[in-house]
């Protein structure tokens, strides 16, 4: 089992930046994948960035150049720095991760709002 707590959500002007934070605990030593992703009101989720063990990273389009993701292994916690922010940025942000197993875990969603 892993556990995952997610932070550093809330609310921004456009252009604006915050970092998300998400701390797993448990079986850290099977995690393989550590990932973002985001829902908006009336839209499915979709993947924001993820990055493999060692540090391969992949990012949707809408957010290459703006956000950067990374993880510390010592602390068991993957980041999400989000910079030049745009109201279509708004969303509710999980963190999702993936165990060598298979085993898929999600964060219980931290809001971002991006105001105009």
């Known amino acids: 089992q892993v556990q995952l707590v997610e932070s550093g959500g809330g609310l921004v002007q456009a252009g604006g930046s915050l970092r998300l934070s998400c701390a797993a605990s448990?079986?850290?030593?099977?995690?393989?994948?550590m990932g973002w992703y985001r829902q908006a009101p009336g839209k499915q989720r979709e993947l924001v960035a993820h990055i493999l063990r060692y540090g391969t990273t992949t990012y949707a389009d809408s957010v290459k150049g703006r956000f950067i993701i990374s993880r510390d292994n010592a602390k068991n916690t993957v980041y999400l720095q989000m910079n030049s922010l745009k109201p279509e940025d708004t969303a509710v942000y999980y963190c999702?991760?993936?165990?060598?197993?298979?085993?898929?875990?999600w964060g219980q969603g931290t809001q971002v709002t991006v105001s105009s």
């Open positions: 999702k991760t993936v165990t060598f197993s298979a085993y898929v875990y």
């Open positions: 448990g079986s850290i030593s099977s995690i393989s994948t």
